[in-house]
């Protein structure tokens, strides 16, 4: 169970495009619209038509393939309508008939009384599962909103955090200006899909590619560079976190930190970067992002050059050296 839920009228509403659309509409029990999904699953209920009830999850959205269609009309020929009262007294969300299939009258009438809305769509069961099940993952998962300006540079996700003023919309603009991305400006709405994927966009999608330069006030990336430079959502693979230098920090001179951030239960790759006048900050991210496509194809740099200190120290160059050093002394 999911603690969100929308309506089935929120489900139609969708505006959903391409080989994202569902292809449906309403064609029966309009009055049960209101009705909510609150389990981002499917139902073909195949069993429950025969009789078997224990294990009914009437609570899920119930497709109707040419399967079930035939054994309607199998259970209407025979007269035992009772077995499609029994089905549609529970208090399920919607009945979903695919391939276009128009159900009897009965079914529509008695759907009316018991005010299930019942849905059609063309498109055949596999693929509108599919579909659908992808659409819930969207809608069902966990999500929240951060300030930050999220970028994608070279392929990478990169989300740029860190106190206000510190300068990451100004970093963004010039990694734009270098050809990469802007996926949003200032705040940034992540959610997790699949258990393990990090998605984000910008929270509000009207605006979510301005950007608010302090001197310059606000402008519009997508009319200034084109719709080349932006991006509608992105995986953050990497989160950047900018701060003032402080003399004082540790900050990591190798690369095998390690480091990491905590996203809504997700591991990302977190890099700290000091900020401080004559710091190229986008050529650095920018080699960041690098070294992280890098490391998807098996090639760590730190570890790479800790191998290469090892094979050098054992090495009789390195002994001679050390050797020599003892003598000066």
């Known amino acids: 169970m999911s603690d969100k839920s929308i309506t089935v009228l929120d489900l139609l509403d969708l505006d959903l495009k391409g080989h994202n659309s569902l292809e449906l509409h309403c064609i029966a029990g309009r009055a049960g619209l209101a009705r909510e999904l609150t389990v981002s699953d499917i139902n073909r209920p195949g069993l429950a038509l025969c009789g078997f009830y224990e294990a009914f999850s009437f609570e899920r959205v119930q497709l109707f393939g040419r399967g079930e269609v035939a054994y309607l009309e199998k259970l209407e020929a025979e007269g035992n309508v009772d077995a499609i009262k029994t089905f549609l007294s529970y208090?399920?969300?919607?009945?979903?008939?695919?391939?276009?299939?128009?159900?009897?009258?009965?079914?529509?009438s008695l759907a009316e009384s018991e005010e299930i809305p019942i849905l059609q769509t063309s498109l055949d069961s596999t693929e509108f599962s599919q579909r659908l099940l992808r659409v819930f993952s969207e809608l069902f998962a966990p999500k929240k909103t951060m300030h930050g300006v999220f970028v994608e540079v070279y392929g990478v996700g990169i989300l740029l955090t860190g106190s206000s003023g510190v300068g990451k919309s100004e970093t963004a603009l010039e990694l734009v200006e270098r050809g990469h991305r802007l996926v949003a400006d200032d705040i940034v709405e992540i959610r997790c899909v699949n258990g393990n994927t990090i998605l984000g966009q910008g929270a509000n999608k009207l605006i979510s590619h301005h950007m608010e330069i302090r001197g310059l006030g606000i402008i519009?990336?997508?009319?200034?560079?084109?719709?080349?430079?932006?991006?509608?959502?992105?995986?953050?693979?990497?989160?950047?976190?900018?701060?003032?230098?402080?003399?004082?920090k540790i900050y990591d001179r190798i690369g095998n930190g390690g480091l990491t951030v905590d996203l809504l239960g997700v591991k990302i790759p977190l890099i700290e970067i000091p900020v401080k006048p004559g710091r190229n900050l986008p050529i650095i991210i920018e080699a960041a992002a690098m070294n992280e496509r890098l490391k998807s194809m098996g090639y760590f740099s730190a570890k790479e050059f800790n191998k290469n200190i090892l094979r050098w120290i054992e090495t009789s160059e390195a002994q001679r050296a050390y050797n020599s050093s003892e003598d000066l002394y």
Do not use: T
């Open 91 to 108: 208090h399920m969300p919607c009945v979903v008939f695919s391939h276009s299939i128009n159900p009897s009258e009965f079914f529509v």
């Open 220 to 248: 519009d990336i997508s009319q200034l560079y084109g719709v080349g430079a932006i991006r509608e959502q992105k995986e953050v693979q990497i989160v950047v976190k900018l701060e003032s230098w402080d003399q004082n």
